[in-house]
């Protein structure tokens, strides 16, 4: 999720323009389909942050899809795995769900993805479990602060760095209920279970995303576009109960690399779509 981490509570994903996410403060075929973490007012923030190398294509302007979504290469931050640009028809699909299933090496983390509440994230996240872009890739990042409890998944090259070469528009939640630990009411609850998109700042979506595993408290600043079933609940909490690695500037860290390695073995549609 991250390279570094200031000593915080905000969620951040590192890409290339080291950007921190704009809050909490400023987180087969057969079945189709991290840098710092900035506390204020016990709230947090996901952000992607990173910083990769400009390539010689940097010269020729950047593609975008021409559907609704707008899907744009970001060449200032080449894709991690090599995976074409989602496809983008004129009508996005915007009804049903897509149960995916995702075994890791800490047990199963069975994910259902629903359309309607982020549709053209939901068609992204599909587009690269297709090419395989998420398998075999560590989840970076663990939190345990009282109002940021999760796990961040979906850089391949396990640095919080890495994402798919292309970006995207927000799909940000309107129905969430206030956080009760903020008094300001800005914040909201981004509730136990949830399945949401990690980014570096407005419109940056790319591939990393979080799994809440406890309560936590953000501005609604991430596209939740799915949950994770009960199975999954059970994974999650086995992974935050062996805690964060230990730094020898912080021994006892409440944000970093979860002790438990937990690797995405290989996601998958578990129904057709």
């Known amino acids: 999720m991250f390279k570094t981490r200031p ?7 590192n890409t290339p323009r080291l950007r921190p996410l704009q809050d909490l403060g400023t987180i087969g075929r057969a079945c189709k389909m991290r840098r710092a973490l900035t506390s204020a007012f016990a709230a947090a923030v996901l952000v992607v942050s990173g910083g990769s190398v400009a390539t010689a294509s940097d010269s020729a302007p950047p593609r975008t899809t021409h559907g609704p979504c707008q899907y744009s290469q970001t060449p200032e931050e ?3 795995r090599r995976v074409p640009l989602p496809p983008d028809p ?21 994910l ?4 309607a509440k982020a549709p053209c994230t939901v ?30 998944c979906g850089d391949p090259t396990g640095t919080g760095e890495g994402g798919p070469g292309y970006k995207y528009k927000d799909e940000l939640p309107v129905d ?27 419109n940056t979506n ?22 994770v079933g009960p199975a999954g609940l059970a994974t999650l909490d086995k992974v935050a109960a062996g805690g964060i690695e ?25 129904c057709r779509h």
């Open 7 to 13: 000593v915080s509570t905000t969620l951040v994903i």
């Open 78 to 80: 080449p894709s991690a």
């Open 90 to 110: 004129r009508r996005t699909p915007v009804r049903g769900t897509v149960d995916l299933a995702v075994p890791t090496s800490q047990g199963p983390l069975p």
């Open 112 to 115: 259902r993805l629903e359309r």
């Open 123 to 152: 068609q992204s996240f599909l587009h690269l479990t297709r090419h395989g872009f998420y398998d075999r890739t560590v989840c970076h990042r663990l939190t345990a602060y009282p109002t940021l409890k999760v796990l961040q």
């Open 176 to 202: 969430l209920p206030p956080a009760a630990t903020d008094p300001t009411g800005t914040r909201r609850l981004y509730g136990r279970g949830l399945l949401a998109m990690a980014n570096a700042g407005p």
């Open 206 to 227: 790319g591939s990393q995303f979080f799994v809440v595993y406890g309560d936590s408290a953000l501005r609604p600043n991430y596209t939740v576009f799915g949950t």
């Open 246 to 270: 230990p730094t020898a500037e912080n021994p006892a860290p409440v944000d970093g690399t979860p002790v438990l390695r937990t690797e995405l073995l290989h996601v998958r549609p578990s």
